[in-house]
């Protein structure tokens, strides 16, 4: 059961440049999540999707696209990446936000470190 | 604004008992999650408290208080291993978490 999955791990960027991180998960979840981690700071959302085909903007989506064709599959690009954007990436997903025994509770991919030069 | 608050960085010992205190202001609540962070690792999902009372869960508990704003995470017969980040979270009426800035837990021998 490999839950959910990121990849690339690492990745250098120079500014300007564009690149998708891919997210999947096999736990048949209809929430997905990107978040990105940064020192000092919480986790802070930058897009969700509630289930296939559909996206909403979190708390910090400027710079960032995303794509949900699949109901396993969440992308999370960057078109012009600049500096401000290197960060840890964690992609999520959840069974529901809630309802009956189920918490809502997140399952996390390994992370994404990008560093933008 | 919504807002969590958690102490930055504490230190125990070995096979003591620490507590983690977050407090959080948010526009409602729909529940507050406990996550740990070992470095360069991904949260992983400890306890989830949605009514007042105390949560436990082998060496670990969870508090919480609804009218006071406040939890508390409370780790017992700390190992080594236990040293890591402890994220509080809470959901929000729009069912949205909002996240604390975590507590690194430092453990001595």
């Known amino acids: 059961n490999a839950g959910v999955t990121q990849t690339p791990k690492f990745r250098v960027l120079k500014t300007g440049q564009s690149m998708t991180l891919l997210c999947a998960q096999d736990m048949n979840h209809e929430y997905m999540y990107w978040y990105r981690q940064d020192p000092g700071m919480g986790l802070r959302l930058i897009h969700y999707s509630v289930g296939e085909g559909t996206t909403a903007k979190g708390e910090v989506p400027d710079g960032y696209n995303v794509s949900r064709l699949k109901k396993q599959n969440f992308l999370l690009g960057l078109e012009s990446a600049a500096p401000s954007q290197t960060s840890v990436y964690f992609c999520?997903?959840?069974?529901?936000?809630?309802?009956?025994?189920?918490?809502?509770?997140?399952?996390f991919g390994e992370g994404s470190r990008l560093t933008v030069l | 604004g919504q807002n969590i608050d958690q102490p930055t960085e504490m230190t125990a010992t070995e096979g003591a008992i620490v507590q983690i205190n977050c407090t959080y202001q948010t526009s409602g609540f729909n529940g507050l999650f406990w996550y740990q962070q070992h470095a360069g690792e991904a949260p992983t999902f400890l306890s989830y408290n949605v009514l007042d009372g105390l949560e436990e869960k082998g060496r670990f508990s969870s508090f919480l208080s609804r009218s006071k704003g406040y939890s508390y995470l409370l780790l017992k017969e700390l190992q080594m291993k236990d040293s890591a980040s402890y994220l509080c979270a809470v959901r929000d009426s729009n069912y949205q978490l909002i996240w604390g800035a975590g507590t690194k837990l430092i453990i001595k021998p």
């Open positions: 999520a997903s959840s069974y529901s936000t809630s309802g009956g025994a189920n918490t809502g509770e997140l399952f």
